[in-house]
Nanobody
Framework: QVQLVESGGGLVQAGGSLRLSCAAS????????MGWFRQAPGQERECVSA????????YYADSVKGRFTISRDNAKNTVSLQMNSLKPEDTAVYYC?????????????????WGQGTQVTVSS
């Protein structure tokens, strides 16, 4: 199993940047595919970005391409999401998630482990 703890959320003005980090417990972090999801009030949880076990494969939602960058450090058991040029529509609770597969996946149902979430609020 793996436990995930997110950090780095907050309030930022439109056009600003935030960096989310997710720290994972356990010695097998490198065996997990990782994803960042977000959920706004009244909306379904959606995959913002995902990364394969080695970092060689990544996915970005169209809405964040060119603005967000996902990365992972298997030596430090961390995955990060650098968010630039933030927009009010990026406002949501952001979750880190892990799945025991080599395949990058965007479906929340296929992720077994979730962090508690961190709030990101972008003001206009």
């Amino acid at each position: 199993q793996v436990q995930l703890v997110e950090s780095g959320g907050g309030l930022v003005q439109a056009g600003g940047s935030l960096r989310l980090s997710c720290a994972a417990s356990g010695r097998t972090f490198s065996s997990y595919g990782m994803g960042w999801f977000r959920q706004a009030p009244g909306q379904e949880r959606e995959c913002v970005s995902a990364i394969g076990r080695t970092g060689g494969s990544t996915y970005y939602a169209d809405s964040v391409k060119g603005r967000f960058t996902i990365s992972r450090d298997n030596a430090k058991n961390t995955v990060s999401l650098q968010m630039n040029s933030l927009k009010p529509e990026d406002t949501a609770v952001y979750y880190c998630a892990a799945r025991t597969s080599t395949v990058v996946d965007t479906s929340p149902a296929r992720y077994s482990y979730w962090g508690q979430g961190t709030q990101v609020t972008v003001s206009s």
